[in-house]
């Protein structure tokens, strides 16, 4: 008798994205993790291997979108996938804490609020930490596309 064993979103995304980087022309590592209901694939730079247009934020984010879809339509179920190209992760965290803390000297040379530029749910989760760690208070408005954090007083 066969085993029908479905492959998991994390296996289905990264056979995705080694179809990706094989049909670029591209090497790279493969790193699976799983935390908090989300499952993390990154792409591991070897010696000599240059992801570095791979990694810009814009190509990641759009490589994370479509490995979403294709672990969509394997499944039929929404992926939380989170997608890393040679640091890319952490590069962007940085950068988002970086912009708290511009927002967070406006709101301390006077201005009541400051609003961020509109971002993913990972990246507002990110900045509303931030947030919290530096004794203000963040709220996300808008809708789709628009969404966006506001930070103020505690």
Known sequence: MMNDVTPDAADIAADYIE??????????????AHSNGRDYVSVVSGE??????????DAVAALQELTRI???????????LILDVAGSRDARSKELERLVDRAVERIEGGATSAALPPMSSYERKLVHDFVSDRGFVSNSEGEGSDRHTVISRA
Do not use: P
């Open 19 to 32: 179809g990706f980087l094989d049909i670029a022309d591209l090497d790279g590592d493969l790193e699976i």
């Open 70 to 80: 294709a672990v969509h339509s394997k499944t039929g179920e929404f992926s939380r």
């Open 48 to 57: 000599g291997d240059d992801l570095s247009a791979l990694s810009k934020a």
